[in-house]
């Protein structure tokens, strides 16, 4: 089993639609869950994390993180074509030495259409 | 702020030589910069991380004598591609941390190395 899993897609909506993406994870000890967003030939910007279980809102994302199913969500309301991009998630088990280690998901590619 | 910039962007060489790939934090002190790489519908894979003036530590499986990893300043580290073979390219992509936490890695845009 790999440490995090996450559907590859592609996931295809229309404009305004909202979006869920989800990652699960295997490692008990990632404290940090990051999402990232990639456009296509890009590196990764980093688009909200979350410290332990909880969520968090900025503008249209949300994130969530549910430590005891080991499972993290993405909400992305009023979806807009400027969203299209791969979305990773990312892990980490904090602070010191190999916990600032990022372990990424597959990431999932999202069109969204006009 | 936070800004780390990768040269070149796209480099082509040919099975056999070596290719250097530059990764530099532009506006902080990078105390830690990790290289990944990310293969076509891929995630990215963590290679090396390597701390300022120490040697870098490679994940398991990387080759190290194949990867090279020089970290010589706060603000620069370097991966040379050694004896390159049309097997390592890829997408190429490193990250600096000046501090804080784990989420607050920044990173480069990337080169992609293609080995005719």
């Known amino acids: 089993q790999k440490e995090v899993e996450q559907d590859p897609g592609p996931l295809s909506v229309p404009e305004g639609a909202i979006v869920s993406l989800n990652c699960t994870y295997s490692n008990s000890a990632f404290q940090y869950f990051m999402w990232y967003r990639q456009y296509s030939r890009k590196g990764p910007e980093l688009l909200m994390y979350t410290y332990s279980s909880g969520n968090k809102e900025d503008g249209r994302f949300t994130a969530q993180v549910d430590k005891s199913s080991k499972y993290i969500s993405l909400f992305i309301r009023d979806s807009q074509p400027s969203d299209s991009a791969t979305y990773l998630c990312?892990?980490?088990?904090?602070?010191?030495?190999?916990?600032?280690?990022?372990?990424f998901g597959k990431g999932t590619l999202l069109t969204v259409n006009p | 702020g936070a800004v780390v910039s990768q040269h070149p962007s796209w480099v082509i060489c040919k099975s056999g030589t070596s290719v250097k790939i530059e990764c530099r934090s532009l506006?902080?002190?990078?105390?830690?910069m990790f290289w990944y790489r990310q293969f076509p519908k891929q995630s990215l894979m963590l290679m090396a991380t390597?701390?300022?003036?120490?040697?870098?530590?490679?994940e398991q499986g990387v080759e190290k004598d194949k990867f090279l990893i020089n970290h010589a300043s706060l603000t620069l580290s370097t991966l040379t591609v050694t004896s390159a073979h049309p097997e390592d390219s890829s997408f190429y992509i490193c990250?600096?941390?000046?501090?804080?936490?784990?989420?607050?890695?920044?990173f480069g845009p990337g080169t992609r190395l293609t080995v005719t």
């Open positions: 990250s600096a941390r000046g501090g804080g936490a784990a989420y607050e890695q920044y």
């Open positions: 990312a892990m980490s088990g904090g602070s010191g030495g190999s916990n600032y280690k990022l372990t």
């Open positions: 506006d902080f002190q990078a105390t830690t």
């Open positions: 390597s701390n300022e003036g120490s040697k870098a530590t490679y």
